[in-house]
């Protein structure tokens, strides 16, 4: 950071730790903490910033607002700890986009503040903001937009059963996941073909994350070390890459969303556990 006072991205650091944070939460904070910040000296460096828009002395002490100056910015809350005094502080609702500077001003033109040091924090500030701005955008990461996922909704009563998934005991309605995340994961809502029965076969699956969750009826999965369990309305079970299970019964209104990653993948047959 070029500004030595760095009070825009100390608030919005500490407001992003929940209002208070320790100085080394805040050497490691994501708006402080980048390539350019890397100096052995950081905690100092931020102790300093914070002491200039501080009036907390001894401590743990509290010192109050000194006498309602809009430059008391930070409070000491315990060794080393500290915390945004006041979010109605016109500074720190800037600091957090909430005023612009000209309404910084508008504020604190009755409270007997200095004009010309408003001025100078406030130009501080936009300072501080444009490196901030200017370092962040450098330090993180450039993705394509969405991260190569394309914005997609599913609807029911638009949506079509099929029955030529992977058990012919059940029918599935893709819910277009496969083809917004080029394949890395798959959901579908997976329903019993009534009358149909599951032929109990146990088997595994090649894929990285699968996980079932009810929305109606019942069935029971056995698995492998796990025994039989039924899942009902509202259950939800992960079942980790390569586990042997198999399809006990179920209800013939039983309805579930199934999650899983990649979207194609391989079942294998598998004998019985001992």
Sequence with gaps: MANANWVYTLIRALDDLGGAAHVSQLAQNRFVFNEQNEQKDLQASIRGSIHDYCSDHS????????NGNARDVFAKVGPAKWEIRDYRNPFVKFALGKIDSSQVLGELEESGEDRTKIEQLIGEMEDDKSVFVREHWRSSPQHPRYQNQAFTIAHADDGKFVGQGLRAFFEYRDLGINAATKGKFGAHVIRAVPGEESPGAWHSHDLEFQMVYVTQGWVV???????????RAGSCVLQPP???HREVRHSDDMELIEIISPAEFSTVPEDAPE
């Design 242 to 244: 390569g586990i042997r």
């Design 221 to 231: 999965f056995e698995y492998e070390g796990e025994g039989e369990h039924t899942l």
């Design 59 to 66: 401590s743990g002490e509290r010192k109050g607002a000194a």
